[in-house]
């Protein structure tokens, strides 16, 4: 089963920056609408942002004025750029293409990676 890596996360102060990255490793990416997902303790996944193969992208309205997607495909890549982090932004991060729900337990999923906000 192929599954992205996920890289980036680290400890940051509240209002702090970072920036995840994502390779498809064995999950082409290309001609798919693809995302980032969080997972936060004791919490659901959530997706929190995404963009399709011609750039259109959503976000989750609690970070939609603060993060940015976007995407490489040559290099079978995605990114996201994470500005004023919150406490609330905690969380495991993941990439994956954007799926249903109910899809999720049987999913490739990564390793994710750990992003801790600090107030």
């Known amino acids: 089963q192929v599954h992205p890596v996920e890289s980036g996360g680290g400890l940051v102060q509240a209002g702090g920056s970072l920036r995840l990255s994502c390779f498809g490793s064995g999950m082409i990416f290309s001609a798919y609408r693809i995302g980032w997902y969080r997972q936060a303790p004791g919490k659901q996944r959530e997706l929190v942002a995404t963009?399709?193969?011609?750039?259109?992208?959503t976000y989750l309205e609690s970070v939609a004025d603060r993060f940015t997607i976007s995407r490489d495909d040559p290099k079978n890549a995605m990114y996201l750029q994470m500005n004023s982090l919150r406490p609330e932004d905690t969380a495991v991060y993941y990439c994956?293409?954007?799926?249903?729900?109910?899809?999720?337990?049987?999913?490739?999923w990564g390793q994710g990676t750990q992003v801790t906000v600090s107030t």
């Open positions: 994956h293409k954007v799926i249903p729900p109910w899809t999720y337990p049987s999913s490739g």
């Open positions: 963009i399709t193969n011609d750039g259109h992208t």
